[in-house]
């Protein structure tokens, strides 16, 4: 199935100010797509980007058949372009397209067009400091019908946006005990919309009371910290960092895997396990939780210097040689190439 390239005939990059950029915002001069129907996938192709247009009565809209990924770019000093661990991302948003009863995007489609989405957008890429680029695949139901059922035509798309930092500043957290994220059973597993879109209202009530990010804890109890926003959680009391377990609530995050390795390889003893809110309070009274921080493919790693708890707030300790500063900077060479990858976690886009 030979991939159609259709170039744009006039760049917008001129127009962009790279050192003032909004996260997620500006998008790059071409897209990839490709479309589902009638049991397979079509001719794929990398077009000009542009606008789509669906019909009202697309079952995205309706039932929210929508799964997608988080990833990046980053280019070295030599000018070339490397991915970080693409074979986990291009595996996860087939699991999360299962998990919605959706159709699997082929392996060598996706590495195909992302090459050449990549190779054609080269000159976004921009080196040095938190430069990178983004990218989002995604799928959607576009069938235009509105019985409650799995749609039968998909779109699976590629999109890619310059970024610099995700986070930054300060990051102050609250203990969700009433709304969860997600639930035994449900889609928490999966990168689908709707995960997102349920997180939002509660995330702004807590941004009204002075907080930046929720701690989602499990759906059933309230007693076990699960996530951190939109990242997964990182613990650390005293020399030992704890993490949940990934279950069907709990994304199996790229950043938290490399985490996880990073850690080991550098001696830090870490524990996956599931996380009592109440052990991270006494911990905290007692001044051992001496670190807490998100992980996540955005801002790799986002600290957390303060969090509350039924009202109850506890200020976090400046850390002198932090594990998250450790990890991030390790992990972060890893990516820009300024380091070993001894990992093998790197892709060249080639």
Known sequence: MALHIEKTTKSKISEVDFNNLTFGKIFTDHMFECDYENGKWKTPQIVPYHPLTMDPSAKVFHYGQAVFE????????????????????QERINKSAERLDMPAFPKDLFFEGLNELLKLDKDWVKKGGD??????????ATESCVSASSSNSYKFMIICSPVQSYYSGEVKVVFADKFSRSANGGVGAAKAAGNYAGSFYPTKLANQ???QQVVWTDSCTHEFLEEAGVMNVFFRVNDTLLT??????????V????????????GIKIEVRPVRVSEIVEAARKGELLEMFGAGTAAVVSVINAFSNKGENFELPKVENSFAALIKKGITDIQRKNAEDKFGWTYKVK
């Not at 280019?75 to 986990?88: E, G």
């Not at 430069?131 to 959607?140: G, K, S, T, V």
């Not at 949940?244 to 995050?253: C, E």
């Not at 938290?256 to 550098?266: H, L, N, P, T, V």
């Open 244 to 253: 949940a377990p990934v279950s069907d609530r709990i994304l199996d995050g």
């Open 70 to 89: 988080g990833m990046k770019a980053y280019k070295d000093n030599n000018d070339d372009v490397w991915l970080f661990r693409p074979d986990q991302n």
């Open 255 to 266: 950043t938290r895997k490399s985490i996880i390795q990073f850690a080991e390889d550098k």
């Open 131 to 140: 430069n990178a680029l983004y990218i989002r695949p995604f799928i959607i």
């Open 209 to 211: 009371q002075g907080f």
